[in-house]
């Protein structure tokens, strides 16, 4: 295990057990209501337009492939081409996670999110006035170049922000809120899918803009991550946010100065052995190097369980089992999409509360079973020509949903990184995932028209794989704060050295206190 690191080491959760203790509710405290309430169009809202998965863009794409319209004007794409007219929107999202890590550390997380709406607002615009299916390949670019910015510093900033007793349903709440997207796209394109003019996928198109017009928006009345703010050496700036939106519960003068220590500590620490080269870090020691193997193997799992399939091609996967009426498709797409809001948040908000490796077993598990499902039905289809083989296609694409949330919510990618490597790790995770929604994006419909229900069985190997990894690697950070998982890795001697100069921290604020009383005093 030299190679990847140890097993992981909790240190003792002062910090968690503050927040655990506070009686008050999020809704009871003005000032945290108030950020959680600019969190949804500024920072939760970035999924409605650019989620991996589904969201806005995705829905509208597979919506797209049964608009008679967009289906004539690009020359009814089949195959290669069309798979092409969906990996650009990856492509561009390749190119530009080298340059987020530094984009982040200088901009800061807020107008990280800014730079990214703009460029989502410049590719939807060119999509929408696209006169040739060159014109829409280079759109599809721009929107995905713009992806990374967004939503990286979008899903640091949530989970930077929000008190502990929160933090791992808001994170979780923003891996579901594409939902939101997603069934605006799949509503638009259904009222529009009859028209038998280009407006039929323009005006879809256009409402990509609106989105990142919220963040545009609203980011500018969000605070910044206090974590960038310590690091940028602007501590006064980070300890006022702090105290305004973390300290209005039970004890909350006690949790914010630990917490305001635990930052200061564990930067100070990150910084110490931060490499030069941004990317460095990436190889620097067994511990860095299994967080980032764990960060890219989930970006791999997130799209290689079978998702990509839904996300992109349900219209296919309904054709092999005879539902080919376009009406009825688009019909089945929005239902669906409607249906994963429906299930999603409620899930996001109770599945926090269980340990995280119990969640991604059972989303795994489950997601075997939806796919082992799919194939035995729409292999009855094409041996036996039976329309029921159709029944239980269409149930398990309803079940699949549910299943998959259950990993969305686990927030994994915000707990396994330092702040430091933070926009880096979860960068190495857009990586791979654009690494294989391109892969997915270009195979699936040639696999699908070459083979068909067969394809389907390389998906039910494939979960069976990641099955192992999940209960073989994957760690379990239930119960902690950002700062107490900041070093699970690195083993008792990091954190123990960390744990002192916490202690030597918060020994400095109370004498900086005591010298400010005594100073009022005097003047009084």
């Not at 607002?121 to 280079?138: E, K, Y």
């Not at 713009?146 to 930077?160: K, M, Q, R, T």
């Not at 020509?385 to 149930?395: D, F, G, R, W, Y």
């Not at 919510?409 to 330092?418: D, R």
Request: with cysteine; proline share 4%; aromatic share 12%.
């Amino acid at each position: 295990m030299a190679i990847i690191g140890s097993k992981e080491h909790h240190v003792d959760p002062r910090l968690a057990s503050i927040a655990k203790d506070d009686t008050r509710r999020w809704y009871q405290k003005p000032s945290l209501r108030a950020l959680y309430l600019i969190l949804i169009p500024s920072a939760l809202g970035v999924e409605w337009t650019v989620r991996v998965v589904s969201g806005f863009d995705s829905s509208m794409m597979n919506s797209l492939q049964a608009v008679a319209a967009w289906v004539e004007y690009f020359d009814n794409p089949t195959e290669g081409r069309l798979g092409l007219l969906n990996a650009m929107y990856s492509l561009g999202a390749l190119m530009a996670i080298p340059f987020i890590p530094s984009v982040s550390q200088y901009l800061g997380r807020r107008w990280s999110i800014m730079t990214g709406s703009l460029i989502l607002c410049l590719g939807a615009g060119l999509q929408a006035g696209a006169r040739n299916s060159d014109m829409f390949l280079a759109s599809r670019w721009v929107l995905g170049f713009g992806i990374p910015f967004a939503i990286v510093n979008a899903s640091s900033l949530v989970g930077e922000l929000s008190y502990e007793k929160e933090r791992s349903t808001m994170t979780s709440l923003f891996s579901s809120s594409w939902h939101v997207g997603a069934i605006v796209a799949a509503g638009v394109t259904y009222g529009t899918f009859q028209m038998s003019s280009t407006w039929a996928w323009r005006l879809p198109s256009l409402l990509q803009l609106v989105p990142s017009l919220c963040q545009i928006c609203f980011i500018p009345f969000c605070p910044e991550s206090p974590r960038y703010l310590i690091s940028a050496d602007r501590a006064d700036e980070a300890y006022a946010i702090l105290q305004k939106y973390h300290g209005e519960g039970d004890n909350g003068d006690e949790f914010v100065r630990l917490e305001f220590a635990q930052i200061q500590s564990t930067i100070a620490q990150e910084q110490a052995t931060a490499r030069a080269f941004v990317w460095a870090d990436v190889f620097r020691d067994p511990p860095m190097r299994r967080r980032f193997l764990l960060a890219a193997v989930f970006g791999i799992f997130t799209q290689w369980s079978g998702n990509g399939l839904l996300s992109y091609y349900r219209c296919k996967i309904l054709n092999l089992v005879g539902i080919t009426e376009n009406r009825t498709v688009q019909q089945v797409i929005l239902s669906n999409t409607c249906w994963g809001l429906i299930n999603a948040v409620p899930i996001a908000i109770i599945a926090p509360r269980f340990p995280r490796r119990t969640m991604f077993l059972t989303c795994t598990i489950g997601t075997a079973v939806v796919y082992t499902v799919w194939t035995v039905a729409s292999a009855r289809f094409v041996i036996e020509n039976t329309s029921a083989a159709a029944i239980p296609v269409l149930v398990f694409i309803f079940v699949y949903s549910p299943v998959s949330s259950l990993a969305h919510a686990a927030g994994l990618m915000v707990e396994l990184f330092p702040y430091q490597q933070r926009a880096k790790g979860i960068s190495m995770e857009q990586l791979t995932t654009r690494f294989a929604v391109f892969f997915n994006t270009y195979v699936n419909p040639i696999a699908m028209d070459r083979i068909g229900w067969k394809y389907y069985i390389v998906y039910c190997v494939w979960i069976l794989v990641e099955i192992a990894v999940v209960y073989l690697f994957f760690p379990e950070t239930h119960d902690r704060t950002l700062e107490e998982l900041s070093f699970i890795f690195e083993g008792k001697d990091v954190q123990d050295k960390v744990q002192k100069d916490v202690d030597k921290q918060l020994e400095l604020q109370q004498v900086s206190q005591g010298t400010a009383n005594e100073t009022g005093r005097m003047e009084a």
